[in-house]
């Protein structure tokens, strides 16, 4: 797969994995696993770049005496949702288009 689509791929499913609640790291990893698999490494450099985009911010919290980072999804995050899902409309018309059956009037 092409290097920058996985990436934007891979950024906006960590977006839709801290939509509905603030998140941390190992239970992002969790909670995609199912659908992707993902490394740590590669998750922190997603977390730290879209905290650099403002589509998420984080907050540090006590857990069981340690220190965690919870993630939290900004109004700019929840934009490039919106816009990923329209974007998506547009990727499966070219699908479509790429997959089609050879009708014979080429």
């Not at 839709?16 to 993902?38: F, Q, T």
Request: charged content about 35%.
């Amino acid at each position: 797969m092409d290097i920058q689509l996985k990436r934007g791929l891979l950024d906006v499913c960590v977006l839709a994995a801290i939509r509905n609640c603030d998140s941390y790291g190992y239970k992002i990893i969790k909670d995609m696993k199912p659908y992707i698999e993902l490394s740590e490494s590669t998750l922190y450099t997603i977390l730290k770049r879209l905290e650099a985009a403002d589509m998420l911010t984080v907050r540090t919290a006590e857990h069981d005496g340690r220190l965690r980072k919870y993630y939290h999804i900004t109004e700019e995050g929840i934009k490039r949702i919106a816009d990923f899902k329209e974007d998506w409309k547009e990727i499966i018309s070219i699908y479509r288009f790429v997959t089609r059956e050879d009708d014979g009037n080429e």
